[in-house]
């Protein structure tokens, strides 16, 4: 719920609100985050194999930065077959 400043948003992550600073602009995107946070925090607790909401809060970070670094992999292979078959479609067409 937006605070009455409207710079600040509040969230609630596993039951406990955090206000966060925040432009208007911003604000649906950060929500949408946190959102998105809480249902994975959520996931890792229910989990039952971590306790405690700091390696909650870490285990959800590590599984977050390695989904990133796949995501990172796949669009530098992407981009690398793409630029492929650039150069191939370049060199069908012939001299320019």
Same mark, same amino acid.
């Not at 306790?51 to 909650?56: A, P, V, W």
């Given at each position: 719920?937006?605070?009455?400043? $409207?710079?600040?948003?509040?969230?609630?992550?596993?039951?406990?609100?955090? #206000?966060?600073?925040?432009?208007?602009?911003?604000?649906?995107?950060?929500?949408?985050?946190?959102?998105?946070? $809480?249902?994975?925090?959520?996931? #890792?607790?229910?989990?039952?194999? #971590?306790?405690?909401?700091?390696?909650?809060? #870490?285990?959800?970070?590590? $599984?977050?930065?390695?989904?990133?670094?796949?995501?990172?992999?796949?669009?530098?292979?992407?981009?690398?077959?793409?630029?492929?078959?650039?150069?191939?479609?370049?060199?069908?067409?012939?001299?320019?």
């Amino acid at each position: 719920m937006p605070s009455p400043d $409207n710079r600040h948003v509040t969230i609630k992550i596993l039951d406990k609100e955090f #206000v966060i600073a925040c432009p208007p602009e911003a604000r649906a995107g950060l929500l949408d985050a946190a959102t998105d946070l $809480n249902r994975r925090m959520s996931e #890792v607790k229910s989990g039952g194999k #971590v306790f405690g909401l700091d390696r909650i809060a #870490v285990m959800t970070a590590l $599984n977050l930065s390695h989904e990133l670094q796949a995501e990172r992999a796949q669009r530098e292979q992407l981009e690398r077959a793409i630029e492929t078959l650039s150069q191939r479609i370049d060199a069908a067409l012939g001299p320019k």
